[in-house]
């Protein structure tokens, strides 16, 4: 069974920094990608990044490029978002999920091909007050 975990969300003031984890088990880590979402209040779900953890590929939300930083750690299962200059506007709860691959379809306006609904974490919420 496919468990996906995050944690480290809170509270932060605009610009701060938050680097919450999501640990996975139950499948082959290895042979996944684990993309990052977020949704906001009254807002579509939202593609953050994406890893690669067979080769490490990254990709980024064009809102995001420069600021947030995904990163693997293949011995612990666990992904790691590196959110730097946090702004009101990332308020949101912030999800991880993995599929086979990193779709570029994430990362539209209207993301398209989101993974499976049992392949999700429960989210994290962040609020960045100005």
């Known amino acids: 069974e496919v468990q996906l975990v995050e944690s480290g969300g809170g509270l932060v003031q605009a610009g701060g920094s938050l680097r919450p984890p999501c640990v996975a088990s139950g499948f082959t880590f290895d042979e996944y990608a684990i993309g990052w979402f977020r949704q906001a209040p009254g807002k579509e779900r939202e593609g953050v990044s994406c890893?690669?953890?067979?080769?490490?590929?990254?990709y980024y939300a064009n809102s995001v490029k420069g600021r947030f930083t995904v990163t693997s750690d293949n011995a612990k299962n666990t992904v790691y978002l590196q959110m730097n200059s946090l702004k009101p506007e990332d308020t949101a709860v912030y999800y991880c999920a993995t599929d086979r691959f990193c779709i570029a379809g994430w990362f539209q306006s209207s993301p398209l091909g989101l993974p499976p609904s049992n392949n999700w974490g429960r989210g994290t919420q962040v609020t960045v007050s100005s």
């Open positions: 890893i690669s953890s067979s080769d490490g590929s990254t």
